[in-house]
């Protein structure tokens, strides 16, 4: 895959957590993002049967990170 912001080439790898990874509207820095209410919650990336992480392109040359969801 192509970097869609400088063109690069881009490597595959994970971007792994201890807990579940979601994406929010909001940061939830006291409860985590578990505790937030539906309309903040924009999706969990991941489940147990998932594992640990979820797979993405990361490109070396401008630090940038893309995922599905
Ligand atoms: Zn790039």
């Given at each position: 895959m192509?970097?869609?912001?400088c063109g690069g080439?881009?490597?595959e790898c994970y971007?792994?957590?201890?807990?579940?990874?979601y994406l929010t509207r909001m940061?939830?820095?006291v409860m985590g993002p578990a505790f937030a209410s539906k309309g903040d919650k924009i999706a969990?990336?991941?489940?147990r049967r998932d594992g640990t992480g979820i797979p993405v392109h990361?490109?070396?040359?401008?630090?940038?990170?893309?995922?599905s969801y």
């Open positions: 192509d970097c869609p912001f080439r881009m490597e971007l792994e957590s201890n807990g579940f990874l940061l939830h820095p969990r990336l991941n489940n990361i490109c070396p040359s401008c630090r940038k990170v893309v995922f």
